[in-house]
């Protein structure tokens, strides 16, 4: 079974600009989410979807932040603009959502400067 | 506010002792809590889960703990092995949602 991919894996912008990631999550799964993990913290949840639905997002930053889902499947988070503090590696996680267990793809690793 | 807490931002243990992470949270309503571990350039990979309803599950060399009254649970790995090195995440979640609240890690090393 595919594992949840993510791309790019690395990813350097000046701020101000604009950037995008991309998530596939495993095949059956209902739920996606998009974690960002600042540097000595754990992962912060920014959205969570069901299908192609939004479920949670209330710690997303909708002011610069946006996430899309498209035919339940494929997800897509957007930054414009970007900030400093934005810089952190951006998960994305899949369930069935008929367990607790998500499956984390290897992140997107952001640097702002 | 901070709702759970791994307090221990590292620990080393010899192979073969016993390696106990601790985590605390602060939300009584909290009813499903999952161990992740977590090596480098890799996204964090599920290790053991507990129930609110239960106060132990253990499955090979891992163990979780969990004390409602204290909210407070504890992942035992025994006997540590070196691969065991990684970052680990303890996470809540709040009753009725698939919506989780994640620890700051704890980093575990393995001493050969």
């Known amino acids: 079974e595919a594992g949840v991919a993510q791309s790019p894996r690395y990813k350097i912008i000046e701020k101000r600009q604009s950037v995008a990631f991309w998530c596939n999550p495993i095949?059956?799964?209902?739920?996606l989410y998009w974690y960002q993990q600042i540097l000595g913290q754990g992962p912060k949840l920014l959205i969570q979807?069901?299908?192609?639905?939004?479920?949670?997002d209330s710690q997303l930053p909708k002011d610069r932040f946006s996430a899309e889902r498209l035919k339940g499947v494929d997800s897509t988070l957007k930054i414009q603009p970007a900030k400093l503090e934005d810089s952190a590696v951006y998960l994305c996680a899949s369930s069935p959502g008929t367990s607790g267990e998500q499956f984390f793809g290897p992140g997107t690793r952001l640097t702002v400067l | 506010d901070q709702q759970v807490k791994q307090n221990s931002p590292s620990l080393s243990v010899q192979e073969g002792r016993i390696s106990i992470l601790n985590c605390d949270y602060t939300n009584s309503m909290f009813d499903y809590f999952l161990w992740y571990k977590k090596y480098p350039a890799e996204g964090p990979t599920f290790l053991i889960s507990?129930?609110?309803?239960?106060d132990k599950n253990e499955d090979g060399r891992f163990t979780v703990f969990l004390n409602k009254s204290a909210k407070h649970l504890s992942l035992h790995i025994v006997p540590s092995q070196p691969g065991d090195s990684a970052v680990y995440f303890c996470?809540?979640?709040?009753?009725?949602?698939?919506?989780?609240?994640f620890g700051t890690g704890t980093r575990l090393k393995v001493l050969a």
């Open positions: 996470a809540s979640r709040y009753p009725g949602t698939y919506k989780y609240i």
């Open positions: 979807f069901q299908n192609n639905g939004v479920v949670d």
């Open positions: 507990i129930s609110s309803i239960k």
């Open positions: 095949s059956g799964h209902a739920t």
